[in-house]
């Protein structure tokens, strides 16, 4: 997937007639989030896809598709609802369209019978980016009784997640493209503000998807966590920016534009392989608190190891399978359970995922974790505790450093629980007092 909106960013460039069309692959590959980020199963690759697949289709008038594709990013990432609604007034203000008709009218007191024209245009383009919501709805609601879209009328949110200054996105972005990429990227927006008209699409909906989630992380709304792989999609729009940016840049070397090109490639390629902000996120930062490692650095970025709480996960499933059979429900919060065990997303589990601890069957295995079911009311630790059903069988014991614990059991990672008896007749009720309550919640 990440290869194939590397090759669409450059069919945009060629669109845009981008001067150093080459090295749009380089500026791209090369941004040090980009391999970082593509490897894992993250939803921000598909909409790095199907988004610039959107741009290129527009590029190309191709106005149906691109509907489609616009339609498709909801069905992704919630934040497509506004690059849909983006996409629809920009197409509504291209010739033909309907405020651009209503603007010329008021502007140029024009004719108004051209205005019912554009507004079934507008209303055929309309039809195409929803029809992907609107199929995927209804057969969701005929295999499965429910109606997915409704989520978003339901969100609420919420202080688990924190919130920041609203320029708080602006280094992390810096950092993930690669401060290099990002110096260029600046040229770049310069030297295209006489010629916007052809970046309009982009312009649009990449800067406006940048303001979106630095106002709703200052705003402390929804789900942000202000963490920096959100912006990931935003990667060739900075990548077509950062190689107009380069060719501007060039033209002041004159005589030396052969050296300053092999410079450019030298860092930018060093930056690539180097992923700084990768290797300052994957240190082994319990040890280092502890005194017992040392900050690490390399030439080139190492491959993310197992982490503690995969290491501690996939010990306990180890031992369940040793001492239970395997026709015993298992459940856990942790992704890695579902992987280990090649649980499927199938409606069966998620009923059982998602009901209440006191009406799971009797044997159930609860593979409970001190990071993920914290953030439930109805998975914390007291609820398992302070239940008459539920019983402790195997702790796997990972101690955090003083500056990371905030009790006496954050000293276990990873707890089994079963289920023994069915005496509950329902799960406690906490009260949240936000992100400082986190782990320590008043319940009654």
Sequence with gaps: MAFVAVWLTVLVGRILKVRALWIVPLMLIFQSWFPELSYPVLTQTPFMLVWILGIWLALKQRYHLAAWSFGYLSLIRHEGIILT??????????????????????????????????????????????????????????????????????????????????????????????????????????????????????????????????????????????????????????????????????????????????????????QGIHMNHHQNVYQDWQGIHRGEAKFRYSVCASTISKGEYHNAIEEALEWIEQKYPSDRPIVGKHIAVKLLLDQSASKELQELEFSPLYRMPVGTLYVWDSSYCEQENRIKYASFVESQDWQAVEFIEKKYSPKEASSERDSYSVIVFEKVTANDTSDKVYDELGEADKYNSIYK
């Design 85 to 270: 609604a983006l996409w629809g007034i920009w197409l509504s203000c291209q010739p033909g369209g309907f405020l651009r008709h209503v603007w010329q009218s008021v502007h140029y007191k024009g004719a108004v019978d051209e205005l019912w024209p554009s507004l079934g245009r507008d209303s055929l383009y309309g039809l195409s980016t929803l029809a992907p919501i609107l199929i995927y709805n209804v057969l969701a609601l005929s295999l499965h009784g429910s109606f997915p879209f409704a989520v978003y009328f339901a969100s609420e949110p919420t202080t688990m997640y924190g919130s920041g200054t609203i320029y708080h996105y602006v280094p992390l972005i810096m950092a993930g493209v690669g401060y290099v990429t990002s110096i260029f990227a600046l040229f770049g927006m310069w030297g295209i503000r006489k010629n916007w008209a052809p970046w309009s699409l982009l312009l649009v909906t990449y800067l406006s998807y940048f303001t979106l989630h630095s106002l709703v992380y200052w705003r402390g709304a929804f789900a942000s966590g202000g963490y920096y792989h959100f912006l990931m999609p935003m990667a060739p729009f900075v990548a077509l920016l950062a190689a107009e940016g380069f060719i501007s840049a060039r033209e002041h070397f004159k005589k030396k534009k052969r050296m300053f090109t092999m410079i450019t490639v030298a860092i930018v390629g060093f």
